[in-house]
């Protein structure tokens, strides 16, 4: 495999790995508690930490497929701990103030997510970026080679 290949792969397994290892914690936060006052963390952490996943994979792999990932990660386990397992155990539940914080937990989490996923989704492609490489720095409007200038041209190469 060449060296870009090898890059791009690590960047989508590093952003899924981040993505499920920090969805793990927010669920495990859940309960979180300072001084008897229930403490929403894990419902900031979801929706920051949504935000920036989807963008930092975007940003370094610059494909939109790989940028989903860790929003979906992010989805399947906050959705996978509000399923009571064979044992009996429930991750993400509650009544009263906890019911309240899983569920804003669940709906801001999973809003941010799909909403950086559409941001990505819906941005316009960025011209000459390859999946694994910052895009290069952009040529100034007018520049040979560019749509402005050659639509400036005239046919015998004489400018307007």
């Known amino acids: 495999m060449t060296r870009r290949v090898v890059e791009f792969v690590s960047a989508a397994v590093l952003a899924v790995a981040v993505a499920g290892w920090l969805a ?33 994979a975007h940003r370094l792999t610059g494909s939109r497929a790989v940028a989903a990932l860790p929003a ?20 993400a539940a509650g009544g009263g103030g906890l019911g309240a914080v899983t569920l804003a937990f669940l709906g801001l989490g ?22 694994g490489r910052p895009p290069a ?14 639509r400036l041209r005239r046919q015998d190469g004489a400018h307007r």
């Open 24 to 56: 793990l914690v927010e669920v495990f936060w859940l309960p979180l508690r300072v001084a008897g006052v229930l403490v929403p963390l894990s419902v900031v952490l979801a929706v920051v930490g949504n935000l920036l996943l989807v963008a930092g």
């Open 72 to 91: 979906l990660t992010w989805l399947g386990i906050a959705v996978a701990a509000t399923v009571r397992r064979p044992e009996g155990d429930l991750v």
């Open 110 to 131: 999973g809003v941010a997510a799909a909403f950086a996923v559409g941001r990505v989704l819906g941005a316009p492609a960025v011209p000459g970026l390859t999946p």
């Open 137 to 150: 720095a952009a040529a100034p409007p007018g520049a040979p080679g560019t749509a402005p200038a050659r």
